[in-house]
């Protein structure tokens, strides 16, 4: 089994700066891509910065300047560094991973979760 663990989402004023960690462990043989999404009640869920295995990014349009994905591939953990948070960044951030597992399959596996609140 593989679990996905999310941790740093806290609350904060429009401007400031959050630092979100995920950590993948378990029956993990390698793990390809990692990222993250977002998702508020309401909406669809919403990509916000991805990273390969090779250290290729990508980011959505709003994340663009703002926001940074790392990797540390020992550890397998993914962080997201936000800055200048706005009040529209506010949602519940997710972490996913795409894992090959000690069985020889392959999958995304997703974390539950860590909630992003952005005040004015």
């Known amino acids: 089994q593989v679990q996905v663990v999310e941790s740093g989402g806290d609350s904060v004023q429009a401007g400031g700066s959050l630092r979100l960690s995920c950590e993948a462990s378990?029956?993990?043989?390698?793990?390809?891509?990692m990222g993250w999404y977002r998702q508020v009640p309401g909406k669809k869920r919403e990509l916000v910065a991805g990273?390969?295995?090779?250290?290729?990014?990508n980011y959505a349009d709003f994340a663009k300047g703002r926001f940074g994905i790392s990797r540390d591939a020992a550890k397998n953990t993914v962080a997201l560094q936000m800055n200048s948070l706005k009040p529209e960044d506010t949602a519940v951030y997710i972490c996913?991973?795409?894992?090959?597992?000690?069985?020889?399959?392959?999958?995304?596996?997703w974390g539950p979760g860590t909630q992003v609140t952005v005040s004015v």
């Open positions: 996913v991973v795409d894992v090959r597992t000690t069985w020889g399959t392959e999958g995304d596996y």
């Open positions: 990273i390969s295995s090779s250290g290729a990014t």
């Open positions: 378990g029956t993990i043989a390698s793990i390809n891509a």
